[in-house]
């Protein structure tokens, strides 16, 4: 995909099973900081509008997502990472795809906002990633999903 920067690491499913279920199926697997209240209101809002279901949701502190960020070689403080088959999409790219899986109108705006220059959509993001605890305050208390809500769920 021009524009938006993709890492790749092959899953194996003997070397961690975990992992391997947690991916398993055809969903991309979105990770955001659990602690996080904008990452917490994001991931509310995927779930609302995702109607097909084409992305779960982790935190990066669950063990799954650590083991992911370490995977890709990525911090979960600095980044979101959305994990689509044995491609990893990190920054302001994972937040493009997510917007291009969730589709409708949103697929739309994901594609206009690759229009802009990868380093000015990754400043952005490292200064909104900086700032978000300042900016949204922090969590204290888990997000815990509706029973609607748990298959999308990966801890």
Same mark, same amino acid.
């Given at each position: 995909?021009?524009? &938006?920067?993709?890492? +790749?690491?092959?899953? =194996?499913?003997? +070397? =961690?099973?975990?992992i391997?279920?947690?991916?398993? #199926?055809?969903?991309?697997?979105?990770?955001?900081? *659990?602690?996080?209240?904008?990452? +917490?209101?994001?991931?509310?809002? &995927?779930?609302r &509008?995702?109607?097909?279901?084409?992305?779960? $949701?982790g935190t *990066?502190?669950?063990a799954?997502?650590?083991?992911?960020?370490?995977?890709?070689? !990525?911090d979960?403080d600095?980044?979101?990472?959305?994990?689509?088959? !044995?491609?990893?999409?990190?920054?302001?790219? *994972? &937040?493009?795809?997510?917007l291009r899986? $969730? *589709?409708?109108?949103w697929?739309?705006?994901?594609w206009?906002?690759?229009?802009?220059p990868?380093?000015w @959509?990754?400043?952005?993001y490292?200064?909104l990633a900086?700032?978000?605890?300042?900016?949204?305050?922090?969590?204290?208390?888990?997000?815990?999903?509706?029973? !609607?809500? @748990? #298959?999308?769920?990966?801890?």
């Amino acid at each position: 995909m021009r524009g &938006v920067p993709v890492i +790749s690491a092959p899953i =194996d499913p003997a +070397s =961690d099973e975990a992992i391997a279920a947690a991916l398993a #199926d055809d969903r991309a697997l979105l990770l955001v900081d *659990g602690q996080c209240m904008l990452c +917490s209101r994001g991931a509310g809002f &995927v779930m609302r &509008v995702d109607r097909n279901r084409r992305l779960r $949701i982790g935190t *990066g502190q669950s063990a799954i997502g650590r083991a992911l960020y370490e995977r890709y070689g !990525e911090d979960e403080d600095e980044t979101i990472l959305l994990v689509a088959g !044995e491609r990893a999409f990190t920054k302001s790219a *994972g &937040v493009i795809e997510a917007l291009r899986r $969730i *589709g409708r109108g949103w697929r739309w705006l994901g594609w206009l906002a690759a229009l802009a220059p990868e380093r000015w @959509r990754d400043a952005g993001y490292d200064w909104l990633a900086r700032n978000r605890f300042r900016l949204f305050g922090r969590r204290t208390s888990c997000l815990m999903p509706t029973q !609607e809500q @748990r #298959d999308r769920f990966v801890t």
